[in-house]
């Protein structure tokens, strides 16, 4: 498992003192109030660069945060597209049978009689449940609902998932 997560992507400045308008990449935003640092880049491992979180407020569905040292418009603005990143030890812990989107990416999916699917690489959130994005070489991408009466197993070691498909979700009568 990856040891950083992105909570957020900053896309634009808010005010002339420095605020940075996120949007957050959880499911509960309200996580940020919790956050006391936090990791700011491009992409996790480079170039990363922590700041201390001086405050968290929200507006419409974005937050809007202050970090020490970015005083003013123009250094926000170099900001602008970079990722809010936490170490996983300040992660919210999950409920059990839940998984961080990161984490599931290039699982390797497996039907109950052992047969690969293919590799999960995308996760869509619908709004009552999530469905897997699962690249297949022969079937091209299979979307499966991200339900317990669907996925059989997790397991991280081994990176696979078992799956049970309902029927009619691949079309095997060719």
Not at 87 to 92: G, H, L, S, T
Not at 122 to 144: A, E, M, P, Q, R
Request: with cysteine.
């Amino acid at each position: 498992m990856i040891q950083y997560i992105k909570v957020g992507k900053i896309v634009n400045t808010h005010g002339v003192a420095g605020e940075l308008k996120i949007m957050p990449l959880t499911d509960d935003p309200k996580r940020y109030n919790k956050l006391k640092s936090v990791y700011i880049s491009l992409k996790i491992g480079e170039g990363m660069k922590k700041y201390d979180v001086m405050g968290v407020r929200y507006h419409k569905n974005f937050v809007i945060m202050k970090v020490k040292d970015i005083d003013d418009l123009n250094a926000a603005e170099k900001l602008k597209e970079h990722f809010v990143i936490v170490d996983r030890k300040d992660a919210v812990k999950l409920p059990k049978d839940t998984f961080f989107i990161c984490d599931l990416i290039g699982m390797n999916v497996y039907d109950e009689e052992g047969k690969s699917l293919g590799v999960l690489t995308d996760v869509l959130k619908t709004g009552s449940n999530d469905v897997y994005v699962v690249k297949s070489d022969s079937l091209g991408d299979i979307l499966i609902p991200a339900l317990k009466t669907v996925v059989k197993k997790v397991c991280f070691e081994e990176n696979k998932m078992v799956v049970n498909l309902p029927q009619g979700l691949i079309d095997d009568e060719i």
